[in-house]
């Protein structure tokens, strides 16, 4: 059984600390890479997986995100104003739910960005994710293929798609590429204010409901000015 999402969560509200000096006038979303801001790169694709409505929140320097997104009409953009809060990215949801509403929709970070393969990982994500037996479904790169990636990745993945969180000390072949579908009814007693995502991925880790796919093209983990140069130059070569 797979879904079809109208709606979308991006997330934009980060400070983007490591990506000073380019943030200390402009949030991260709106940093370009290959000429769009990478917030256009998201919401490009989420056009092109039929979501109608991205809802958008914004805390730092929020008005340029407002005002960039305010033509937007495909997806339409709903700003989720965390100006005078810090909610977190699992609190940031939690605030957003009445107006995703009660189906499985898309959750994407603001600053992630990928090249697709032979489909469009969205539409990939919407065809493998099942309800009945999913509450998350994550969009997995592999680590040895990532461009600005060096870390010890997230989880291991087993064939059934099943996700094994990485435990100390420990390196496993996949990282989270910031994209996801998620069912609401996994929020229905999340706790209040501030919390991290991270917690409801345990949560449904713990319930063998948390599973993952791998991306079929190249993840760039665009965290810091120098990543920048590096995801121009795979975006460009791949559209050359």
């Known amino acids: 059984m797979s879904v079809t999402p109208t709606k979308a969560m991006v997330l934009a509200a980060g400070l983007g600390l490591r990506m000073r000096p380019l943030t200390d006038h402009m949030p991260k979303p709106l940093v370009r890479v290959a000429g769009q801001p990478l917030l256009d790169h998201v919401l490009d694709k989420l056009a092109g997986a039929s979501v109608a409505e991205a809802v958008v929140n914004v805390h730092y320097l929020p008005d340029q995100i407002i005002q960039h997104s305010a033509s937007r009409t495909r997806p339409r953009i709903i700003i989720s104003d965390e100006r005078d809060e810090v909610l977190g990215t699992g609190g940031a949801v939690v605030k957003a739910l009445p107006l995703l509403g009660k189906e499985p929709f898309f959750h994407v970070n603001a600053d992630t960005m ?34 600005g990636y060096a870390g010890r990745g997230d989880y291991a993945m087993l064939p059934d798609g099943a996700l094994r969180k990485r435990r100390e000390h420990q390196v496993v072949p996949f990282v989270y590429a910031g994209a996801a579908i998620m069912s609401p009814s996994l929020f229905a007693d999340a706790p209040a204010g501030e919390f991290s995502l991270t917690k409801m991925f345990d949560r449904a880790n713990e319930q063998e409901r948390l599973f993952g796919l791998r991306l079929d093209g190249v993840w760039m983990h665009v965290g810091t000015p120098d990543a920048v140069q590096a995801a121009e130059e795979a975006f460009l070569e791949s559209v050359a």
Request: glycine share 2%; net charge negative; charged share 25%.
């Open 114 to 147: 990928w090249i697709d393969g032979v489909r469009p990982n969205l539409e990939r994500l919407a065809e493998t994710f099942d309800p009945d037996r999913m509450d998350i479904l994550l969009l997995m790169a592999p680590t040895t293929s990532s461009i």
